[in-house]
């Protein structure tokens, strides 16, 4: 198993599997590396996206204000620790009157495709739907057309086009706290028409992710399929529990799911992700690979509050889909 058009991070952040530990996925020691109050002004830093950006790291942050208006903010680090949050919002540019009033974002999603920057995050038209953006510098932000129709969550582009065209995963959704929710898959040759969606996988009866579903961070590829890191969510008597799990989608047809692990590989059991504005809850939004050791670090939403990093390797992941699917 080798990682396919990845690239090399030498200073991907990173921690060994503690002694005595046979977790597939692990918490950083420092967690939560991102406070809820990085900024005056901040509720809540969580469900975020980070990127490489020029040897080091960017990233876009959802941010609930002291006023709980959901925000975007750019961000930048050094070591993808330690992080420089903009207090100012991201402003999009936009020439489209009827979609660039801004109302809320939240959830955002990052991926680079041929060296430009997209954006998505959930957007608001008359309900939540998949906002979309673009930018050549990580400074300016040219928002495009929304990519469906309301209600829709968790889009999630692929880092590269398929057979000529962007492909983007999403959970469409009812207007309020979702107690559904299917993945899905569609394709566009331009990110203004979307077509040809295609189902992908749904819940999974008596399991951690039997009430809904949605995707993560962007899929990674490897020699054996698109590894995808996805959010699953069960109806406890105390509520929605949030975890992660991972599957394998087919390279050419990645509707197509290979294999699926039966049991999650994060859920909630650190404090700072059973206590906070949203108990219980892991959401993975973003995870950084690097190719030359197949190590990944993925960034999660802990209980709407805080972020959290954890660590994992590739191959171990594809591992336990083959032997649990």
């Known amino acids: ?21 046979s977790e597939v996925m692990w918490r950083y020691s420092n967690n939560p590396v991102i406070p809820r109050d990085i900024l005056p002004t901040s509720n ?23 006023t709980r208006k959901m925000q975007l903010h750019r961000g930048f680090s050094k070591d993808g620790l330690k992080w420089n949050i903009e207090p100012n919002p991201i402003k999009f540019q936009c020439d489209v009157d009827e ?21 998505m995050w959930c957007n608001y038209y008359h309900g939540p739907t998949i906002g979309l953006a673009w930018s050549d510098d990580f400074e300016t932000f040219h928002q495009v057309e929304n990519a469906f ?13 398929i057979d000529d065209k962007f492909v983007l995963l999403s959970r469409p959704s009812d207007s309020g706290h979702t107690p559904f929710g299917d993945i899905f898959l569609s394709q566009s040759p331009d990110l203004e028409y979307w077509g040809k969606h295609r189902w992908v996988m749904g819940p ?20 054996e399929g698109w590894l995808m890191i996805y959010h699953g969510v069960l109806q406890s008597c105390n509520g929605f529990v949030y975890s992660a ?18 049991p999650y590989v994060l859920n909630p059991r650190a404090l700072y992700e059973c206590v906070g504005d949203v108990a219980n809850v892991v959401f993975p939004c973003a995870a950084l690979c690097d190719q030359d050791s197949n ?31």
């Open 245 to 262: 799990g991972v599957a394998l989608l087919d390279l050419d047809e990645p509707w197509k799911v290979i294999g699926r692990a039966k």
């Open 295 to 325: 190590k990944l670090a993925v960034y999660y939403g802990a209980a709407d509050t805080v972020v959290g990093l954890a660590f994992a390797k590739v191959d171990e992941l594809v591992d336990l889909i083959k032997k649990t699917s």
């Open 204 to 223: 999974v009866g008596n399991s951690w992710q039997y009430t809904k579903i949605g995707g993560g961070p962007a899929p990674i590829e490897t020699s």
């Open 99 to 119: 979609i660039s009033e801004f109302v809320y974002g939240y959830d955002p999603r990052v991926v680079v495709i041929d060296g430009r920057y997209y954006v």
């Open 149 to 161: 129709l309301p209600f829709n969550r968790n889009g999630v582009l692929f880092p590269r086009k």
């Open 1 to 21: 198993m080798k990682i396919v058009n990845g690239q090399s991070i030498p200073n991907l952040p990173w921690e060994d599997r503690p002694a005595g530990s």
């Open 44 to 66: 809540s830093v969580f469900n975020s996206a980070v990127i490489p950006y020029k040897g080091e790291f960017a990233g876009v942050f959802r941010i609930d204000d002291t």
